[in-house]
């Protein structure tokens, strides 16, 4: 129940794959796009069906409107080091930065509903 949970939550709140972003994020920053996270993802969750192609527009909106950017590339450089999170059910190594991305894109997403319509 918590794997399935944890997948939901990291491919809607932090959805995968997409066209906006195609060398880094989609804000311009620093960090890393979704689309080198989520290949990571599917690799180390044998099983999960995570379609990479089609998941990354909710968070490429996000990042373009400059909302939640920070949280945004903290869960992704998380993802990034242990994608198996996503499927694990004992690892708590990205609870937080799952937690307080989720919070921040709720926020926002409440506010601005037609930025995060999928």
């Known amino acids: 129940m918590?794997?399935?949970?944890?997948?939901?939550?990291?491919?809607?709140?932090?959805?995968?794959?997409?066209?906006?972003?195609?060398d880094g994020p989609a804000d311009g920053g620093a960090g890393?796009?979704?689309?080198?996270?989520?290949?990571?993802?599917v690799a180390a969750c044998p099983g999960a069906t995570v379609d990479c192609a089609a998941k990354c527009a909710q968070l490429d909106a996000l990042q373009v409107s400059g909302a939640c950017s920070a949280q945004v590339d903290a869960l992704l450089s998380c993802l990034d080091r242990t994608p198996a999170f996503v499927c694990s059910?004992?690892?708590?190594?990205?609870?937080?930065?799952?937690?307080?991305?989720?919070?921040?894109?709720?926020?926002?997403?409440g506010a601005n509903p037609s930025i995060c319509a999928p």
Not at 2 to 22: Q, T
Not at 32 to 41: D, E, H, R, S, Y
Not at 99 to 108: I, P
């Open 2 to 22: 918590l794997r399935v949970a944890r997948i939901a939550l990291v491919c809607a709140a932090a959805s995968c794959g997409g066209n906006v972003v195609i």
């Open 89 to 109: 059910s004992s690892s708590q190594a990205c609870t937080t930065e799952t937690t307080v991305f989720s919070d921040c894109s709720a926020t926002y997403c």
């Open 32 to 41: 890393l796009a979704c689309q080198t996270v989520c290949p990571k993802i």
